[in-house]
């Protein structure tokens, strides 16, 4: 049974039915357990007491357009960590039940794999949506940070500075849809003729199988008329780290204060870190996020679109720490985030596209100039061969 891939934190026997008639209507949906839906518990996949919220505006306005709330799914406790672990109920791979779905939004890609669902709501601060749509065979959009369409008011925060809220689907074309009925903003097809591509190509980071995957969608992109140079990015977990979790452990002080604190003993460990960090610390990390911010900004002088590896190889095996990789034997969460925390730490749209391997999933990202996410899920669409989206 799909539930037993640990994906559901609350599957009501009914649901929250959409409002008929609606641009939505006909789509099921679930959202990861840390929107506040009204009515419906919020864990968070933890056992710690948790901050209370108001209802999450994404939640109300896609109920409005019709979509139907299924349930609410597990993740990686509290979001903070990449591989769907928490004491409550860890994920599952659908592809491979041996192996990690990826985290946090674990249990979010697990219903849109297993087809439970028609989309998932997910969270992304340094790569919870991109990763279990890599590792599970789904599309995941991470939108640009504070997209009106995508709020994140009503989701229990990680990071306010980095914390995305954004779908994952079973394909582009209603991700696409999606994005038209939250924004008004139509989707059509964009051509890839003439765009200037950067390719990060970090080879001794990736596995054959991501190379080759990153790799298969670049001659994708030339043979439809793309211009691609390569181009490298530094590692920016330096910078990640010590924002994300002073903010995690200033979301979670009054957990702190008890004892037992109701956290796994890794998330207690990492949120302590987080708490003992100097400010100095800190802001120095702020920064040289801002340093990054600018370097960015130059690649997208020279750029209209960033192809990127999602993830080092395929999902590791439940409870593996570290990868082997070109360049040794890395830390998993290392090995991974320095992939997709670029994206998040600055807030650029991008769209993960899952590229299958053997029975097992990759995936490549796809990363726009901030705001051009209708340009950005338009050139997703003709990666996808499909036609677009209209507007509502």
């Known amino acids: 049974m799909p539930q037993d891939l640990g994906a559901w934190a609350y599957l009501p026997a009914e649901g929250r039915p959409g409002t008929p008639g609606g641009p939505l209507s006909g789509l099921k949906f679930s959202a990861k357990d840390l929107f506040q839906v009204e009515g419906w518990p919020l864990t968070a996949s933890t056992q710690a007491a948790l901050p209370d919220l108001p209802p999450s505006p994404l939640v109300t306005r896609l109920l409005a357009l019709g979509a139907d709330l299924v349930g609410k799914t597990h993740l990686h406790e509290i979001a903070l960590g990449i591989s769907g672990a928490n004491p409550i109920t860890p994920g599952r791979n659908p592809l491979d039940p041996a192996r990690m779905p990826g985290g946090s939004s674990s249990g979010a890609a697990i219903t849109v794999a297993t087809g439970e669902v028609d989309f998932a709501l997910g969270t992304d601060t340094g790569g919870s949506i991109r990763v279990p749509a890599a590792w599970c065979g789904v599309v995941g959009f991470k939108p640009t940070k504070d997209h009106p369409a995508w709020p994140t008011e009503g989701v229990l925060p990680l990071s306010w500075t980095c914390d995305h809220a954004g779908p994952l689907t079973r394909d582009v074309k209603l991700a696409a849809h999606l994005h038209t009925a939250l924004s008004g903003e139509a989707v059509p097809a964009r051509s890839w003729s003439g765009l200037r591509v950067g390719l990060w190509r970090p080879a001794t980071w990736l596995q054959p199988e991501a190379l080759g995957a990153l790799d298969e969608l670049r001659t994708q992109a030339e043979q439809l008329g793309a211009q691609i140079t390569e181009f490298e990015l530094p590692d920016m977990l330096g910078a990640y780290s010590p924002i994300v979790q002073s903010e995690a452990a200033q979301v979670h002080a009054r957990a702190l204060t008890h004892s037992p604190t109701g956290f796994s003993a890794a998330t207690e460990e990492l949120l302590r870190l987080g708490a003992s960090r100097p400010v100095e610390e800190v802001t120095a990390a702020r920064e040289e996020r801002q340093q990054y911010r600018q370097q960015l900004e130059a690649l997208f002088g020279r750029f209209d679109v960033l192809l990127a590896p999602a993830v080092p190889g395929p999902a590791p095996l439940i409870g593996e720490g570290h990868l082997a990789l070109p360049e040794g034997e890395i830390p998993l969460r290392v090995a991974v985030l320095r992939l997709t925390v670029p ?50």
């Open 343 to 392: 994206f998040s730490l600055l807030g650029a749209p991008t769209l993960v596209l899952p590229q299958r391997s053997g029975a097992l999933s990759v995936g490549v990202q796809v990363v726009a100039p901030w705001q051009q996410d209708a340009a950005l899920l338009g050139l997703g669409l003709t990666l996808e061969g499909e036609e677009g989206a209209g507007t509502t």
